[in-house]
């Protein structure tokens, strides 16, 4: 029997949020595009006609709140880049319009630097690490609280962040964080990852910021999408040669008396040839038997593996409802082609878009970080950021 389809005929309703907190309005919107990203910040970008009401959050201070049509947040966060056009173009009449680009409340914590002594002023920073060990969750919502949360330094907080308080599903294995300046969200990001959970921060048309960790849902059985089950009304699958094979990791010392260890994927190396890389952790401990160099190498190991990613348009069934029975980080399976090709993966990003033409799409995208192009630039970027700010940190 066919599952019986169910359109996604609400659109998602916009509010403008003031600098205080406070409505001011539902915005009218021409289209939207909202992506959601796993242990990542979102972003969005919405157009609106010109109008009095429309442009009040073209300021410093405002914000957008995304809620589904179900009630369900979508997203909500700061406008870092509102625009305004009207006039006269070498294409003729432009149409008098505002665009607000702006990213979800994920932002503060990439905005926040977790400090080795994060209760004490800059000038009295008398460590040289913040080094927590314990289970994942634990050690994921102390960098939060102390660093941006309700226990941070009163000009740190981040305004209206809360840690909800059974937010600590007390998930991941015992990892070890070395807090020196980095920003809160890479360093928790690469924590989580590591240990199989995530984090998010939630926010609606109120004020409040609520930070939860959370364990991903294995739906590989249940939450299955294929062309045989109607539930996909497009697909596409893409796969990417790892950018290593073979990583080196150089630790602490000089020339012939720096340390070294080597990580590597030997399945890999015989499907696509070797491929070697170097990666460089002067700031990892010389106290541990080499234990972080190595826990570090084997991470860049994973970020340079080989990609794969599909995105797909479901078709929400009375079964299968993304938001309902499936969301962000949580695994599922996508046959991509009469069952000889499948993908067993977490959903890294969800794309909410509304236009005129089509209405509105949810489109999420599962497979590995970095596996789209976008990404895959994004993490490049990033790559390279963390790179020299971990040589700027450690000097």
């Not at 970008?45 to 009630?71: E, H, N």
């Not at 299968?320 to 046959?335: E, K, M």
């Amino acid at each position: 029997m066919d599952p019986q389809v169910q359109e996604r005929d609400v659109t998602p309703q916009v509010w403008m949020i003031d600098p205080t907190g406070a409505r001011r309005g539902l915005l009218t919107y021409s289209s939207l595009t909202a992506v959601e990203r796993w242990l990542g910040v979102g972003t969005y970008r919405v157009a609106a006609p010109l109008t009095q009401q429309s442009v009040m959050a073209a300021a410093a201070g405002w914000r957008l709140a995304i809620v589904g049509g179900d009630g369900r947040p979508v997203m909500a966060g700061p406008v870092v880049e509102p625009e305004v056009s009207y006039g006269q173009d070498s294409g003729g009449r432009v149409v008098p319009t505002v665009v607000y680009a702006g990213e979800d409340d994920m932002c503060w914590l990439r905005d926040r630097a977790a400090r080795p002594v994060p209760l004490n002023t800059l000038a009295t920073q008398t460590e040289a690490y913040d080094v927590r060990v314990g289970q994942a969750s634990g050690v994921i919502r102390q960098y939060v609280e102390l660093n941006a949360g309700p226990s941070a330094r009163p000009e740190r907080r981040v305004p209206g962040l809360t840690l909800d308080l059974d937010s600590d599903p007390g998930a991941g294995g015992v990892v070890t964080g070395r807090a020196r300046f980095q920003s809160v969200l890479e360093l928790c990001a690469g924590l989580a990852d590591g240990a199989g959970i995530g984090f998010r921060v939630i926010s609606d048309a109120s004020a409040t910021k609520r930070f939860q960790v959370v364990v991903p849902r294995d739906l590989r059985g249940p939450a299955r999408f294929s062309i045989g089950l109607r539930n996909i009304n497009m697909l596409k699958w893409r796969l990417r040669a790892p950018k290593a094979t073979h990583v080196v990791g150089g630790g602490r010392g000089e020339e012939e008396a720096r340390e070294f260890i080597e990580a590597a994927n030997e399945e890999q190396g015989l499907g696509w040839g070797r491929r070697e890389d170097f990666f460089d952790f002067r700031s990892a401990s010389s106290e541990d038997s080499s234990a972080e160099l190595a826990e570090g190498t084997t991470r860049k190991l994973g970020e340079s593996s080989a990609t794969a990613q599909v995105q797909w348009v479901p078709v929400d069934t009375t079964a299968l409802r993304y938001g309902r029975d499936y969301g962000l980080g949580d695994l599922v399976t996508i046959d991509v082609f009469g069952g000889v090709l499948q993908v067993q993966a977490a959903i890294r990003e969800v794309e909410h878009r509304v236009t005129r033409q089509d209405g509105y799409r949810v489109l999420p995208r599962a497979g590995d970080i970095g596996a789209s192009g976008t990404s895959l630039q994004r993490s490049i970027v990033d790559a390279l950021t963390s790179r020299v700010s971990n040589l700027e940190r450690t000097r």
